[in-house]
């Protein structure tokens, strides 16, 4: 829902509709949503044009392009409003950056990579849609071996200014954030600058501020006492999202997420310090991960939830587009299975393990 909204005010006349209609259709969407996505299309009895865009979409566009008319590939900001330029007026389609499509020789076609663009010239959202998140930063310099953000936005992290997160901040009642580190805003997303991100929450305040909580989340090793101190001055969040992904020193070293254990417990002690509930993200399933590995997260998880933390859980789901795409998922331990299993009962943990 997030792209759509940073999508509609980029194509005037535009609406969100249930199901397909006569005239352009626009999808965005993820892995989760395609088979759905793919048999909605496929069963459209409708004079429409299709165009696909999204994470999934850009990964796999020839699998999409069964289905569709276009893929935009990446971001979509310039693509897309150059695409529906060109469509309308009949034009070469040939020309436009950043697409994949299919041409009379039903061959598929690809027509470049088109440039990443300046966050400041497109708004994050639609300013009728009062229910969003600001975009504050995109792209990620860790490879995690799992994860699409990279592959879609590149390793350069671009952030939104302060002056145009302030002036889309007036329309959000609760203001919060979208970015793959909230902590790393205005830095290069491996050593922070703490003053930017008080020049942020100042510039915000007295908002209703929400950072470094759920829909962002942090990495564990940007956690430090000055940033908590800050949050706890301008923001209203109690909580506190933390990517660990694994309780396992190896794990973390073959999905190269270029953080320790450690890192996590530390960051998980701060937040605690600070009056914070942290609320740790980990990932069962991954390629590779034996039992002894998902025991050593147990063993983390366990001990976040004594001392008050929450945990977020996923099974390993292999994504188009990333260096696990291929992987089979882990099985998961019985025993693990068992103790997440009455930690939810107990309302410690939430999400899908298994």
């Not at 999409?64 to 309308?88: A, C, K, M, S």
């Not at 930017?196 to 956690?223: D, M, N, W, Y």
């Amino acid at each position: 829902m997030q792209s759509i909204a940073v999508l509609v005010p980029l194509v005037p006349g535009s609406d969100i509709v249930e199901q397909p209609c006569d005239g352009i259709m626009i999808y965005s969407f993820a892995s989760l949503q395609a088979p759905f996505i793919f048999r909605e299309v496929s069963q459209a009895r409708t004079g429409s044009i299709f165009i696909a865009g999204g994470p999934h979409p850009s990964a796999r566009p020839e699998e999409t392009l069964r289905f569709f008319d276009y893929v935009v590939i990446g971001e979509g900001e310039e693509t897309l409003p150059e695409l529906l330029d060109v469509i309308r007026n009949k034009g070469d389609i040939s020309s436009v950056k950043g697409i994949a499509y299919k041409n009379e020789a039903n061959n598929i076609v690809f027509t470049g990579k088109r440039n990443q663009i300046d966050l400041d010239k497109y708004p994050p959202f639609d300013c009728r849609i009062m229910h969003n998140t600001i975009e504050i930063t995109r792209g990620c310099p860790f490879s995690c071996a799992y994860c699409q953000t990279p592959q879609l936005f590149g390793h350069l992290l671009r952030h939104r200014s302060i002056d145009e997160i302030s002036k889309y901040a007036k329309y959000l009642r609760d203001i919060r954030f979208t970015s793959p580190n909230a902590f790393a805003y205005g830095s290069d997303g491996i050593h922070p600058r703490i003053e930017k991100i008080e020049s942020l929450l100042r510039a915000l305040s007295p908002g209703k501020i929400f950072f470094g909580t759920f829909p962002s989340e942090v990495r564990p090793e940007f956690i430090n006492d000055r940033i908590l101190e800050l949050i706890s001055d301008h923001c209203e969040n109690k909580t506190i999202n933390m990517g660990g992904q694994s309780g396992s020193q190896r794990i973390l070293e073959s999905i190269k997420r270029k953080h320790t254990v450690e890192d996590i417990i530390l960051g998980a002690e701060k937040c605690i310090d600070h009056g914070f509930t942290p609320v740790v993200d980990f990932i069962f399933g991954l390629p590779g991960e034996t039992e002894e590995d998902q025991l050593e997260t147990l063993k983390l998880i366990k001990w976040l939830t004594g001392k008050g933390g929450n945990v977020h859980s996923h099974y390993f789901m292999p994504l188009p587009g990333t260096p696990y795409e291929n992987d089979v998922p882990a099985p998961l331990s019985r025993q693990v299975g068992k103790v997440m299993g009455e930690l939810a009962l107990l309302g410690r943990t939430t999400g899908v393990w298994s």
